[in-house]
C-alpha cells in the first residue's frame, strides 16, 4: 500500500523545492509526490509535501496564505532581487530613518500591483522566464496584483530590515524588496527568507529532511502526516448517508444537502464513518453537487 498524507518539511537552504520532493520520494518508496508553493533555493522554511492521493489536492492549497520572516539589506540591488544575482548598484542608504522606512512600508500593505522578478519560474511563450533572462534576451513581465494582509517590521539595524510579511499566493518577496529599496531611493535585495507558515502548516511543527528519514527508518512516518483534508478544514463540511456517498464515489452528482450554497463553492464530503471521500463543487446551472474530486482508499 502507498503513502497518503502530507508532510510539512522544514526546507534547508541551497536546494530546490524539486530536489526535495524527489529526496521525499526515494526516502518513502511513494512515486505520486509533489509540492505546494515553490520557495527559492535560498529560502528556508515551510514545504508542504503532498504523497500518495493528497497530490489530487495540490492545487487548492496554492489559495492558502502565506507568512515569511525576510532580511532585507538597504543600499544595494541586484538583478535577480536576491543574493544570488549580480549586483547592479550600490546606493548611500544612511539617510532611510525609522520614520522613512515605516511610511514607506505603510505603502505596501493591502492590495497591491507587483512585478515579478524576470529571474523567476513564470513561463513566457512556454519558456521559464529565467532561462530567457539567463540567455541575455529583454523580458517585461506585467505586474499582477497580490494582497499583503500584514506587513510588520521585526527589526531595524541599518543597513539590515527583518519584515515580517502574511500574504497572498503570487507575491514575490523579491520583488517586495526590491521595490521597497526603490521606494526608499537607495535600492534593496532580499539577504534571506524563511517560509514561517503555509495555511495551517505552521514551521514549529515542521520536520527537516533527516527527521523525515529517521522517521522512515524506525516505522514512524504515519505520526509525521497530515490527513488529506487537513489543509481543508476551513471549508464546509458535509456528512453523507451510506447511499449518496456511495453515489458520490462512483461521480454522481447529488442534490443540495447544505444551505446558504453560492456559486463555485466547494465544500467537504465524508461518509457515515467520517472518512473524507471527495471535494466537491456545486453547480448552480443543474442545482447539484459534482464530485470535483473522489477519495477512496
Same mark, same amino acid.
Given at each position: 500500500?502507498?503513502?497518503?498524507?502530507?508532510?510539512?518539511?522544514?526546507?534547508?537552504?541551497?536546494?530546490?523545492?524539486?530536489?526535495?520532493?524527489?529526496?521525499?520520494?526515494?526516502?518513502?518508496?511513494?512515486?505520486?509526490?509533489?509540492?505546494?508553493?515553490?520557495? $527559492?533555493?535560498?529560502?528556508? &522554511?515551510?514545504?508542504?509535501?503532498?504523497?500518495?492521493?493528497?497530490?489530487?489536492?495540490?492545487?487548492?492549497?496554492?489559495?492558502?496564505?502565506?507568512?515569511? *520572516?525576510?532580511?532585507?539589506?538597504?543600499?544595494?540591488?541586484? $538583478?535577480?532581487?536576491? &543574493?544570488?544575482?549580480?549586483?547592479?548598484?550600490?546606493?548611500?542608504?544612511?539617510?532611510?530613518?525609522?520614520?522613512?522606512?515605516?511610511?514607506?512600508?505603510?505603502?505596501?500593505?493591502?492590495?497591491?500591483?507587483?512585478?515579478?522578478?524576470?529571474?523567476?519560474?513564470?513561463?513566457?511563450?512556454?519558456?521559464?522566464?529565467?532561462?530567457?533572462?539567463?540567455?541575455?534576451?529583454?523580458?517585461?513581465?506585467?505586474?499582477?496584483?497580490?494582497?499583503?494582509?500584514?506587513?510588520? !517590521?521585526?527589526?531595524?539595524?541599518?543597513?539590515? *530590515? +527583518?519584515?515580517?510579511?502574511?500574504?497572498?499566493?503570487?507575491?514575490?518577496?523579491?520583488?517586495?524588496?526590491?521595490?521597497?529599496?526603490?521606494?526608499?531611493?537607495?535600492?534593496?535585495?532580499?539577504?534571506?527568507?524563511?517560509?514561517?507558515?503555509?495555511?495551517?502548516? $505552521?514551521?514549529?511543527?515542521?520536520?527537516?529532511?533527516?527527521?523525515?528519514?529517521?522517521?522512515?527508518?524506525? &516505522?514512524?512516518?504515519?505520526?509525521?502526516?497530515?490527513?488529506?483534508?487537513?489543509?481543508?478544514?476551513?471549508?464546509? +463540511?458535509?456528512?453523507?448517508?451510506? +447511499?449518496?456517498?456511495?453515489?458520490?464515489?462512483?461521480?454522481?452528482?447529488?442534490?443540495?444537502?447544505?444551505?446558504?450554497?453560492?456559486?463555485?463553492?466547494?465544500?467537504?464530503?465524508?461518509?457515515?464513518?467520517?472518512?473524507?471521500?471527495?471535494? !466537491?463543487?456545486?453547480?448552480?446551472?443543474?442545482?447539484?453537487?459534482?464530485?470535483?474530486?473522489?477519495?477512496?482508499?
Amino acid at each position: 500500500m502507498g503513502v497518503n498524507g502530507i508532510l510539512n518539511v522544514n526546507k534547508p537552504g541551497d536546494c530546490t523545492s524539486f530536489s526535495v520532493v524527489a529526496k521525499i520520494r526515494r526516502m518513502t518508496g511513494e512515486k505520486r509526490v509533489g509540492h505546494a508553493g515553490t520557495l $527559492d533555493p535560498a529560502a528556508t &522554511g515551510v514545504l508542504p509535501i503532498c504523497l500518495g492521493q493528497a497530490t489530487r489536492i495540490t492545487e487548492y492549497l496554492h489559495a492558502l496564505s502565506k507568512r515569511y *520572516v525576510a532580511d532585507i539589506e538597504l543600499g544595494i540591488s541586484t $538583478d535577480t532581487f536576491d &543574493g544570488q544575482g549580480r549586483v547592479i548598484s550600490c546606493k548611500e542608504a544612511s539617510g532611510v530613518t525609522l520614520s522613512l522606512l515605516q511610511l514607506a512600508l505603510e505603502s505596501f500593505q493591502g492590495i497591491i500591483d507587483q512585478v515579478p522578478p524576470i529571474y523567476s519560474a513564470i513561463k513566457i511563450n512556454g519558456r521559464q522566464s529565467y532561462s530567457l533572462a539567463r540567455e541575455g534576451i529583454k523580458i517585461s513581465l506585467k505586474p499582477r496584483q497580490v494582497r499583503i494582509e500584514r506587513l510588520e !517590521m521585526l527589526a531595524f539595524e541599518p543597513p539590515y *530590515v +527583518k519584515l515580517s510579511i502574511l500574504c497572498s499566493k503570487g507575491t514575490y518577496i523579491r520583488s517586495l524588496a526590491n521595490d521597497l529599496g526603490e521606494r526608499l531611493g537607495c535600492g534593496a535585495y532580499l539577504k534571506a527568507l524563511t517560509r514561517t507558515a503555509y495555511g495551517q502548516f $505552521d514551521i514549529r511543527d515542521s520536520h527537516s529532511p533527516e527527521e523525515i528519514q529517521s522517521a522512515v527508518e524506525n &516505522g514512524k512516518l504515519q505520526s509525521l502526516l497530515y490527513s488529506a483534508d487537513y489543509p481543508l478544514l476551513d471549508w464546509q +463540511k458535509l456528512v453523507l448517508d451510506q +447511499k449518496t456517498a456511495g453515489e458520490v464515489l462512483t461521480g454522481t452528482d447529488i442534490a443540495p444537502v447544505a444551505e446558504d450554497i453560492s456559486v463555485g463553492t466547494l465544500c467537504r464530503a465524508y461518509d457515515p464513518e467520517d472518512r473524507f471521500i471527495a471535494i !466537491m463543487k456545486f453547480r448552480p446551472e443543474t442545482g447539484l453537487w459534482h464530485p470535483e474530486k473522489v477519495f477512496n482508499g
